[in-house]
């Protein structure tokens, strides 16, 4: 199955290349140990304080995972089908393609934590308090979830701009019938 980002040429130094990849990389290997860490740890008598810090540190950690390995993915396609232009030096062009990598993970942890924050809002407004549902089952419940926004946080965020702008029409329209 192609999709559009299958089309797309990226213009990058051999420089910013192997520095994408050994960033991946790194972050790939501290997310796996994090998150193997974490989940195996005993979680008998913990309170909920560290049980929302565990699941923070997991979900950011797996989102940025599942991140890495679908833009991994996308810059090696990109050079075995020469998509991928090497230039000399850093243009403009280069130095956006360059942003548009490093930023990717970053933005799937900052939507899964912002995924916890929802989860946990709903949580309080329904229960009133954390402590009868903040456990084991609700870090695997946000794991998941974090899952698949790393591994599609650019279609997240395309989606997200279209509702967005969706939306502040809708209420900028709704506010000029005055």
């Known amino acids: 199955m192609k999709n559009d980002s299958d089309s797309i040429e990226y213009n990058l130094t051999g420089k910013s290349v ?41 979900s950011l950690s797996v989102s940025s995972m599942l991140c890495c390995v679908e833009y991994i993915h996308k810059l090696y396609k990109a050079c075995i089908y020469n998509r991928l232009k090497i230039n000399d030096s850093m243009n403009i062009k280069c130095w956006g393609n360059l942003i548009y990598f ?9 939507f899964a934590f912002v995924m916890i924050i929802v989860f946990l809002s709903g949580i309080y407004v329904v229960t009133g308090n954390y402590e009868t549902v903040i456990n084991e089952k609700f870090l695997y419940v946000c794991v998941v979830s974090s899952t698949f926004i790393g591994f599609s946080i650019g279609n997240i ?11 502040i029409d809708e209420f900028i329209d709704k506010n000029n019938k005055f």
């Open 102 to 110: 490093i930023s990717r993970p970053i933005f799937a942890a900052v």
């Open 18 to 58: 192997a520095f994408i990849y050994v960033y991946y990389f790194l972050i790939l290997i501290t997310s796996l140990g994090l998150s193997i860490y974490i989940i195996c740890f005993n979680f008998k008598n913990i309170d909920t304080y560290s049980t929302i810090v565990r699941t923070n540190i997991v």
């Open 157 to 167: 965020l395309d989606r997200f701009r279209s509702i967005s702008k969706k939306k």
